[in-house]
């Protein structure tokens, strides 16, 4: 079994900072790309930024220049640095793993957090 817990979400002002973890346990045997995903209230689930096992990253527009993905690989954990926020980033972030469990190594899938809130006031 394999849990994502995230962590770091809250209520910030238009401006301000927040800093999100994700720490994937559990039976995994290897996890290839960790990213952060979000969904505001009446709209689509969208990636935010995404980072694979060779530490190449990938962001959306709308992010780019205020957002920072990071990994510890050792610590099966999967940061995202978010300054400059604004209203628009406001919406449940949600953290997904690539991986591999130890009973089937060799197949790989997506396993999602429970998300954390991020609520950004102007």
């Known amino acids: 079994q394999v849990q994502l817990v995230e962590s770091g979400g809250g209520l910030v002002q238009a401006g301000g900072s927040l800093r999100l973890s994700c720490a994937a346990s559990?039976?995994?045997?290897?996890?290839?790309?960790m990213g952060w995903y979000r969904q505001a209230p009446g709209k689509q689930r969208e990636l935010v930024a995404d980072?694979?096992?060779?530490?190449?990253?990938n962001y959306a527009d709308s992010v780019k220049g205020r957002f920072t993905i990071s990994r510890d690989s050792a610590e099966n954990t999967v940061y995202l640095q978010m300054n400059s926020l604004k209203p628009e980033d406001t919406a449940v972030y949600y953290c997904?793993?690539?991986?591999?469990?130890?009973?089937?190594?060799?197949?790989?899938?997506?396993?999602w957090g429970q998300g954390t809130q991020v609520t950004v006031s102007s």
């Open positions: 980072i694979t096992g060779g530490d190449s990253t």
């Open positions: 559990g039976s995994i045997f290897d996890i290839d790309a």
């Open positions: 997904k793993a690539f991986l591999s469990i130890v009973s089937d190594y060799s197949v790989y899938g997506d396993y």
